[in-house]
């Protein structure tokens, strides 16, 4: 498999774990940061809006799994996959820890 697959499987893997939040968050009905808030990331984001973030990041991580030809079966590509969730994971983690409450 070429680098570029791997690179497709990491940032799947990223973008599966960014959809968690958002989407959870919203489908809950509570406000929550996103790239669309004043100011971006920091600000806090309508329910229904995080709902429509977290769908679109399932979609992009779904088209980047696809591209990148992904097998779970292959340990490799399982070990990639994880690893963008975990990166993006404990990313989120530092960003969300001080996010606003109303």
Request: no cysteine.
């Amino acid at each position: 498999m070429e680098w570029y697959n791997y690179l497709a499987i990491f940032f799947s893997g990223a973008f599966f774990a960014n959809t968690v939040p958002h989407f959870v968050t919203g489908v809950s009905g509570d406000k929550f940061p996103s790239p669309f808030a004043k100011p971006p990331g920091k600000g806090l984001s309508p329910p229904t809006l995080n709902v429509l973030w977290g769908g679109f990041n399932l979609v992009i991580g779904y088209v980047l799994f696809a591209a990148g030809k992904a097998h779970l079966r292959d340990y490799t590509d399982a070990i990639v996959f994880f690893a963008g969730i975990m990166v993006m994971a404990v990313m989120l983690s530092n960003n969300f820890k001080t996010k606003h409450k109303e």
